[in-house]
T-cell receptor, first 111, second 115 residues
Framework: DAKTTQPNSMESNEEEPVHLPCNHS???????IHWYRQLPSQGPEYVIH???SNVNNRMASLAIAEDRKSSTLILHRATLRDAAVYYC????????????FGKGTRLHILP | DTGVSQNPRHKITKRGQNVTFRCDPI?????LYWYRQTLGQGPEFLTY????????KSRLLSDRFSAERPKGSFSTLEIQRTEQGDSAMYLC?????????????FGPGTRLLVL
């Protein structure tokens, strides 16, 4: 499976934007970039996914590098409720079933 | 939409005892997954079902573990002769596998502590 690399932890101030990086230098052409997050004492939840173009939804934005070897999850205005572990995952569309999670990035939000 | 539910939420047991967890997926979801998560790690895949068929089992799923989804709806995960190393969060997820995108929806998990 293609692997992703994320920082172990990050800090951000409340109400400021947060940029969570992910490196996936061995990504293949059929890999989609997915992000899930896990709030304390909860199961993971889907955040966003994309292939080549940048994507926006109500939760976040996903910026994908032109060579697709890296991506950034953007939380436009972090709140205390965004404190979680964020997982960057590669999945093959219509093929992959199980999700292979790494350790993710633990995001701390400072009030 | 009630989401994925898991019961019990917490379980404390003594080494050697058997335990059973239940997962109720989102209705009409045809896929159901079980994952295990230990402290500081991401979830690890254990097994999954499409309808009632168990399609894949991880090598993490030893002979002491068995999972069922008898009618293609809820699922149970049983651990026999529990060991202290089984202490973990057991997560269930469900999805509707379509031709394109498959998003997994996770339950809150069952936290197991084996004494």
């Amino acid at each position: 499976d293609a692997k992703t690399t994320q920082p172990n932890s990050m800090e951000s101030n409340e109400e400021e934007p947060v940029h969570l990086p992910c490196n996936h230098s061995t990504i293949s052409g059929t890999d989609y970039i997915h992000w899930y997050r896990q709030l304390p004492s909860q199961g993971p939840e889907y955040v966003i996914h994309g292939l080549t173009s940048n994507v926006n939804n109500r939760m976040a934005s996903l910026a994908i590098a032109e060579d697709r070897k890296s991506s950034t999850l953007i939380l436009h205005r972090a709140t205390l409720r965004d404190a979680a572990v964020y997982y960057c995952i590669l999945r093959i569309e219509g093929w992959d079933d199980k999700i292979i999670f790494g350790k993710g990035t633990r995001l701390h939000i400072l009030p | 939409d009630t989401g994925v539910s898991q019961n019990p939420r917490h379980k404390i047991t003594k080494r050697g005892q058997n335990v059973t967890f239940r997962c109720d997926p989102i209705s009409e979801h045809n896929r159901l997954y079980w994952y295990r998560q230990t402290l500081g790690q991401g979830p690890e895949f254990l097994t999954y079902f499409q309808n009632e068929a168990q399609l894949e089992k991880s090598r993490l799923l030893s002979d002491r573990f068995s999972a069922e989804r008898p009618k293609g709806s809820f699922s149970t995960l049983e651990i026999q002769r529990t060991e202290q190393g089984d202490s973990a969060m057991y997560l269930c997820a469900s999805s509707l596998a379509l031709a394109d995108q498959e998003t997994q929806y996770f339950g809150p998990g069952t936290r197991l502590l084996v004494l």
